[in-house]
């Protein structure tokens, strides 16, 4: 059974730096499309950046070069370093993972979900 577990959030002031981990468990790491998401409170989940199989690696608009993800396949780990953060990062990240396009990504489709960490910027 796939399990992610999500760790690193914290609050940090605006234009610090955080990175998140995600420790993988149950399925063949490197064989999966590896992405993190977030929620702000009341608003929907967005994709915030993905990384297939291959290293190929896609951001939102919002993160792009502030973010950077990354996987460890020795370690099954998923990365996300995350610098100059402003308030409008402060959400809820998860790690997501999908096997169902064999190791490629595709449309923002993920089957599987962390539980999530808290990220908290302040101005």
């Known amino acids: 059974q796939v399990q992610l577990v999500e760790s690193g959030g914290g609050s940090v002031q605006a234009g610090g730096s955080l990175r998140l981990s995600c420790a993988a468990s149950?399925?063949?790491?490197?064989?999966?499309?590896l992405g993190w998401f977030r929620q702000a409170p009341g608003k929907e989940r967005e994709g915030v950046a993905h990384?297939?199989?291959?290293?190929?690696?896609r951001y939102a608009d919002s993160v792009k070069g502030r973010f950077t993800i990354s996987a460890d396949n020795a370690k099954n780990t998923l990365y996300l370093q995350m610098l100059d953060l402003k308030p409008e990062d402060t959400a809820i990240y998860y790690c997501?993972?999908?096997?169902?396009?064999?190791?490629?990504?595709?449309?923002?489709?993920?089957?599987?979900w962390g539980q999530g960490t808290q990220v908290t910027v302040s101005s």
């Open positions: 990384i297939d199989s291959h290293g190929r690696t």
């Open positions: 149950g399925y063949t790491f490197s064989a999966y499309c």
């Open positions: 997501a993972a999908v096997t169902q396009f064999g190791g490629y990504c595709f449309n923002w489709i993920f089957d599987y």
